[in-house]
């Protein structure tokens, strides 16, 4: 029952940091074409695997910035420095999703507000009813950080489940286009991760 409270009040907490970012400007479209090639290939991984319930995706309308926590180190600093101070730059405000993934699961861009108003009508319950085919998931994005060719990445994926919260998780994606496909990239140094 304590792990249950300390959850949602984590869920809660990161609902509420984002209602206290406002800005006088609107977001604007995110139209990187490339950056929606880079999240086409990490949205289908990990976890969405092992969750089966899932047939429909709700995917949060706007970027999320998150703390930059990659630490590369010796020749990898050459390698994804450039991406990750251009992943810090984009971050410094938030960008709407385009309907331009390219994944076999269906999908829906909800705005944040959609999300809040969900949850305040009627908490997760509210949720799992207005979307039932997420299986109670719902995934948040950063903007993607490019080098200056656009051959490494940096992305921040966050995958979240309402109620309990057991089964999210997030980390930062460092990708690397080889053959005209991303992947992951094999780097040194230090990053973070979290999952319940």
Not at 159 to 184: C, E, I, M, N, T
Request: glycine residues 8%; contains cysteine; charged residues 25%.
């Amino acid at each position: 029952m304590l792990l249950q409270v300390i959850l949602l009040l984590i869920s809660s907490l990161a609902l509420s940091q984002d209602s206290a970012v406002k800005t006088d400007n609107p977001p604007k479209p995110y139209e990187d074409a490339e950056a929606y090639e880079v999240y086409s290939t990490i949205i289908p991984t990990g976890w969405l695997r092992q969750a089966q319930e899932v047939k429909t995706l709700v995917i949060r309308k706007e970027t999320r910035a998150y703390k930059m926590c990659l630490r590369p180190e010796g020749e990898s600093e050459k390698i994804i420095g450039e991406a990750i101070s251009e992943y810090v730059k984009l971050s410094e405000k938030a960008w709407l999703l385009q309907q331009r993934l390219n994944i076999e699961k269906p999908y829906e861009l909800i705005a944040y507000d959609e999300l809040k108003l969900a949850l305040k009508q009627g908490g997760w319950e509210n949720f799992y009813k207005q979307y039932p085919n997420s299986g109670g998931y719902w995934i948040e994005l950063s903007a993607v950080g490019f080098n200056a060719d656009k051959t490494v990445a940096v992305v921040y994926m966050e995958h979240r489940r309402a109620g309990l919260g057991l089964g999210s998780g997030g980390k930062f994606h460092v990708l690397q286009k080889q053959d005209g496909k991303w992947a992951p990239l094999k780097w040194k140094g230090r990053s973070c991760a979290w999952e319940s």
